[in-house]
């Protein structure tokens, strides 16, 4: 955590002198403060939040919530992102808001953070040519909560993950019978 992370008198890890959330995520513990660190110092971000989402029952994501500038680059600052941090550090939908909610006493509202949407990382994705392919496309959306899946699009940029992966792959077995 290098020298933005120390202990307060309190005996909480801080950083930038907030104290911060531990979670844990698929048995990873995690300051969520390190996160918000990391993307507050990219370029084009003026105010960064990430916090821990369960939109799905049973799929915990990682969300960063995001106040930007004309900078902001959301391909620059997902490779500095996985270039600085472990993957299961890295936000898997990122939300960009005009202004962080606060609450009437000027502290962060979570409450008030959306949901993501989740959308393919492509727009001009090949469309399946298969009946095969069209079946795995369906799957993939529908495992990973988005309308569509193209066969170019990552699944881990989509938001998935090792559980979300054995749930995919259960489902493709008693679909295709493989």
Request: aromatic content about 0%; proline content about 0%; glycine content about 6%.
């Given at each position: 955590t290098g020298d933005l992370a120390h202990w307060n008198h309190h005996g909480h890890l801080t950083y930038d002198g907030r104290t911060d959330h531990q979670i844990?995520?698929?048995?990873h513990r995690i300051e969520l403060g390190e996160i918000d660190t990391t993307l507050n110092n990219q370029p084009g971000i003026t105010q960064a939040t990430v916090q821990l989402r369960e939109d799905t029952p049973g799929d915990q994501r990682l969300v960063a919530y995001l106040v930007t500038t004309d900078e902001y680059d959301a391909?620059?600052?997902t490779a500095a992102l996985r270039g600085r941090l472990p993957d299961y550090m890295v936000p898997t939908a990122y939300v960009v808001l005009d202004a962080l909610p606060l609450t009437p006493n000027g502290k962060l509202d979570r409450k008030a953070l959306p949901a993501p949407t989740y959308t393919p990382t492509t727009t001009t994705g090949r469309t399946p040519r298969t009946p095969r392919e069209e079946i795995l496309c369906t799957l993939f959306a529908e495992v990973l909560g988005v309308d569509r899946v193209t066969i170019d699009d990552n699944f881990f940029d989509l938001g998935g993950?090792?559980?979300?992966?054995?749930?995919?792959?259960?489902?493709t077995r008693t679909a295709l019978h493989v």
């Open positions: 844990k995520l698929r048995g391909e620059a600052t993950h090792s559980l979300l992966a054995t749930r995919l792959v259960s489902r």
